[in-house]
């Protein structure tokens, strides 16, 4: 059996520049008025956050991506209004990855290939890491602190930025620390003295290491008591000066691509693989094991036939000729049987309600013993549970979120923050998708233009997206006028792929 691949795309992005003025701007016959800051003072903005406010796309940090960063696209229209300079830790090339000593630790950008995302090195060829940890670090100071990888309470602990901490430290705050490496990212941000600061994702990776693991426990989500704590240090700290400012709330990160892509029935087979699986000498040991299993829980314990019947159901594994198979799962909240029988793991067929993470689509249909077709990754052999988010998982991201998104709320009003709905954006995303410009961004890989190829982090021109979402909400909460005065960004200005050439 084949490795599972991505259906062949193509496309072509066209990218045309648009110059803009302070003065006023005339569309049709009617003059759009001058552009005033309101009762905000854009002199000195800072942004404090995790990947998305670094830029981060395809997998990786690099020079392009980070001129596209949000924070900066805003930093641009904040120049036109009083705006001072906006200093970010540029990488060193348009590659990505990082590396410490000369070895690598994080990998270059991912680009399309033609049939999906592919690493560069498969299109260029080997690659030499130019942004060193252990050589070549920027110097600040900076304006943009955004920390890919970075959880809530990582933001306010010393030492996450030290290099001596390594691997329990953040290689990307580690660029940011300098001379005082201790310093936690709050501490670096208020030394700044902001007039003006965005506050965003904070919480997305308290949630996001656990649904990219699949739920499986390495990775666990952060309690609400622990981010609440880590929210009001940061708006604490950011507002102590009295500077003003506009925070984001949380996406549902289950509808992004990374866990939308890969289908629950993607394997072929051919009608001698099924009956094999189906047959005694495979799945059907188990499937008549587990009718006996649940019998003897019906006679000897309080369960109930129907809910023995429901659950044999479920589990049951069936395997026809064709397309459209489903991939069978580890599912721990299944009912434990092995105190009955050890062979009968907690396994089952998944369904349109399971999520399958992206990187299983390189995984599903391999053999873990190479030649021999009876361990098909996926088929013979289960999926583990860090290759699915079941039902009940699902459950445990969207409680968090909704959580987090309360505190984060409740915040903005307290401190008269503008409050910026990610989540209804990316909903509608999700759904019917978002005009910007003339275009329809959705959340599909490669051709839904909002999400990049690592199926996560926006596209530049997701990234501008979010900058004028960010621009409305403070026009409508501190008396500026971005948007009518027409300094908003322009879609095709920002791409939604880069070039392998690009270096």
Not at 33 to 59: C, E, H, I, K, W
Request: glycine residues 10%; proline residues 6%.
């Amino acid at each position: 059996m084949k490795t599972i691949k991505y259906i062949c795309l193509s496309f072509l992005a066209l990218a045309f520049f648009a110059c803009e003025t302070d003065d006023e701007i005339i569309t049709g016959n009617e003059p759009l008025p001058n552009l005033t800051a309101g009762t905000a003072d854009f002199s000195n903005f800072v942004a404090v956050g995790a990947s998305f406010t670094a830029g981060y796309t395809d997998g990786a940090l690099f020079m392009a991506v980070q001129e596209s960063s949000f924070p900066n696209i805003m930093a641009n229209q904040f120049a036109k209004v009083g705006g001072g300079s906006f200093t970010q830790p540029l990488m060193n090339d348009n590659l990505g990855g990082l590396a410490l000593g000369g070895n690598r630790i994080a990998e270059p950008r991912l680009v399309f290939g033609g049939a999906g995302p592919v690493p560069i090195e498969s299109l260029i060829g080997p690659i030499t890491v130019g942004t060193d940890l252990a050589t070549n670090n920027p110097s600040g100071p900076f304006n943009n602190f955004g920390i890919p990888g970075a959880k809530s309470f990582h933001l306010v602990t010393n030492g996450y930025g030290n290099i001596q901490n390594l691997p329990n430290a953040n290689p990307y705050a580690v660029r940011v620390t300098g001379t005082t490496p201790n310093a936690s990212i709050l501490e670096l941000a208020v030394a700044q003295d902001p007039t003006f600061f965005t506050l965003s994702e904070i919480g997305g990776n308290d949630v996001l290491g656990y649904a990219t693991t699949g739920g499986d426990g390495t990775n666990p989500i952060t309690d609400t008591a622990t981010f609440d704590a880590s929210l009001n240090a940061l708006v604490a700290g950011l507002t102590a000066n009295g500077a003003k400012g506009a925070i984001g709330n949380l996406p549902n990160i289950t509808s992004l691509s990374h866990f939308t892509t890969v289908p629950h029935n993607p394997v072929p087979l051919d009608a001698a693989t099924a009956g094999f699986l189906n047959s005694a000498s495979a799945y059907g040991a188990y499937n008549a094991g587990i009718v006996q299993a649940f019998a003897f829980l019906v006679a000897n314990t309080p369960m109930t036939q129907e809910m023995a019947d429901a659950e044999i159901a479920k589990r049951t594994i069936s395997f026809a000729a064709g397309a459209g198979n489903a991939v069978v799962i580890i599912d721990e909240d299944l009912t434990d049987l092995t105190v009955i029988n050890p062979a009968l793991i907690s396994m089952r067929q998944a369904t349109v309600d399971d999520l399958i993470v992206l990187p299983a689509s390189s995984f599903i249909g391999t053999e873990a013993v190479p030649g021999n077709p009876q361990t098909v990754n996926g088929v013979a052999i289960p999926l583990a549970d860090k290759w699915v988010l079941t039902p009940e998982e699902q459950d445990e991201i969207t409680v968090a979120t909704q959580a987090y998104n309360a505190s984060i709320s409740a915040a903005a009003s307290a401190n008269g923050l503008a409050l910026v709905d990610l989540n209804s954006i990316l909903v509608q995303a999700s759904t019917t998708g978002v005009e910007f410009d003339g275009y329809t961004l959705n959340t599909s890989l490669v051709t839904g233009g909002l999400v990049s190829l690592d199926g996560i982090h926006p596209t530049a021109r997701g990234y501008a997206l979010m900058a004028n979402s960010f621009l409305k909400a403070i026009d409508a909460t501190y008396g500026s006028n971005f948007a009518a005065s027409g300094n908003l960004a322009k879609s095709d200005n920002y791409p939604v792929f880069y070039s392998p050439t690009l270096q």
